[in-house]
């Protein structure tokens, strides 16, 4: 073996060393050189690379790798506290599960909810269930619901806290963290509303835990984004898609409305021609229509291929188009929210 190579194989057991003492702990790690007996080549090690510092701080990024999770450096790294503020990320990370079953009993809770016209006892709160169309759903009392709401609230708002430490000053930057401010904030407003006994207050805790998953969810948030931009890279093909069925609707109303029950007016021909894009009232639609007047056939086979065939795969083509680029975004778009 040639002198470059023992002292180049020197130099990784010396890495591979001070890897292991550093993922093992041992933050007093100084290392002045290296020498071989054997040799008169000596490796020196810069002192300031083995920091005690840098090594606490180093390993548990490696820990977080190896376990397939990150740990966000620009904000625990420079935190004033690391070892408390890491201890902040794990335990954030470990309450997952508990998150995870508080953000499902929040969107899940108002299926249980007695609604809020309803004003008898249980077990049929708003009058007999055979004359009114609900979910069938078993209720609970309102004390019960206020309270299972107020428990999960408590755990989204330890989450946030924890955020908050470990983030430092950066967490006022992040706007996926202003929306968890405001959102917490409404919701303990709502819910101190409804204690006080404000029955509007209940309804609008209801449509504030829609937001809930969007908001406390990176994956959920993503997607959210994801179709939001979707759909404003699609509005053009979605624009036209329109005028082609209210331009239809209204050459319906002209020829059909004296004749056919269907077509009697402009809202009755814009719904039933929205509706034949689906198939799901075809051939119902214009069957009367062709046996008044064969020659309707010409009109509903120009809107059905035209619609059907060709808008119709041409808004699923532009969707899917832009679904794609969407994708190719998403490790950014990961990086900002």
Not at 302 to 323: A, D, E, H, P, Q
Request: one cysteine or more.
């Amino acid at each position: 073996m040639s002198r470059d190579e023992k002292k180049k194989g020197k130099l990784l057991d010396i890495e591979d060393n001070d890897l292991q003492r550093a993922l093992f702990s041992t933050p007093n790690l100084h290392i002045e050189n290296v020498e071989d007996p054997n040799d008169d080549c000596v490796a020196e090690i810069d002192p300031e690379l083995h920091d005690s510092s840098h090594v606490q701080m180093a390993a548990p990024l490696v820990e977080q790798a190896m376990q397939g999770r990150w740990m966000p450096l620009e904000d625990v790294g420079s935190h004033k506290n690391f070892k408390i503020a890491r201890e902040a990320f794990l335990i954030y990370h470990k309450l997952y599960p508990v998150r995870a079953i508080c953000i499902f009993g929040l969107v899940v809770l108002p299926f249980f909810e007695i609604p809020v016209w309803c004003k008898g006892e249980l077990p049929h709160p708003c009058g007999d269930p055979t004359k009114f169309a609900l979910s069938g759903m078993p209720y609970i009392e309102r004390r019960l619901a206020l309270l299972i709401e107020t428990l999960c609230l408590l755990m989204l708002v330890g989450s946030v806290t924890l955020q908050y430490y470990y983030m430092g000053p950066s967490f006022g930057g992040r706007e996926a963290m202003v929306w968890k401010v405001i959102l917490i904030a409404a919701m303990t407003a709502t819910a101190a509303f409804a204690a006080a006994g404000n029955l509007g207050a209940i309804q609008m805790s209801m449509y504030l835990r829609v937001f809930v998953p969007v908001v406390f969810s990176r994956a959920v948030r993503v997607c959210f984004l994801m179709t939001v931009n979707i759909m404003h890279t699609s509005a053009d093909i979605a624009i036209l898609l329109g005028f082609f069925i209210l331009l239809s609707a209204y050459i319906a109303t002209l020829i059909f409305q004296h004749s056919i029950p269907e077509f009697e007016d402009y809202r009755t021909t814009l719904l039933n021609l929205f509706v034949l894009l689906t198939t799901a009232n075809n051939p119902n639609v214009w069957a009367n229509a062709y046996t008044a007047d064969h020659r309707s056939f010409f009109f509903f086979f120009t809107y059905l291929v035209v619609g059907l065939f060709f808008l119709m795969n041409l808004v699923f083509t532009v969707i899917y188009k832009n679904y794609k680029a969407q994708v190719c975004m998403n490790s950014s778009l990961v990086g900002k929210i």
